[in-house]
């Protein structure tokens, strides 16, 4: 019985198996990845260039993902960049999806940061001329 074992285990280890059909990887990237305010709570302005390589086939969406806003559709390759105009106080996740799927094929996030973080106030909130 041992024998059949290890040779249903060479079997499975040396044939091609594809039990799971592969999703194709999907470079997704946004450029700059970082947005900077001057303080804390401004809006932040950057032009970003979000780059990306889809399949050849299939109908694709470049989305906000937090309210799904479409930025952008295109069919299979022939769209691979697109210059959006960022405007948040708030870091921001941008997807690729299928038209017809909701699910994300890959996402990246554009982050907002601030040179000051919160104006230097007295404790007491007191000032003295």
């Excluded at 970082?34 to 303080?39: N, R, T, Y």
């Excluded at 210059?83 to 017809?100: M, V």
Aim: proline share 5%; with cysteine.
């Amino acid at each position: 019985m041992t024998k059949l074992y290890q040779l249903v285990g060479l079997l499975i280890f040396t044939c091609p198996v594809n039990v799971l059909a592969q999703q194709p990887v999907i470079n997704f990237t946004a450029t700059p990845e970082q947005c900077v305010a001057l303080h804390k709570g401004q809006t932040c302005y950057q032009d970003v260039l979000f780059q990306w390589q889809t399949p050849a086939t299939g109908r694709f969406c470049l989305i906000e993902s937090k309210n799904r806003q479409q930025l952008t559709c295109w069919d299979g390759q022939s769209l691979q960049q697109y210059q959006y105009s960022f405007e948040s106080d708030a870091t921001k996740a941008f997807s690729l999806i299928r038209h017809d799927d909701l699910q994300p094929l890959a996402e990246v996030k554009v982050t907002v940061t601030w040179v000051y973080k919160a104006p230097k106030q007295s404790p007491s909130g007191w000032r003295l001329f």
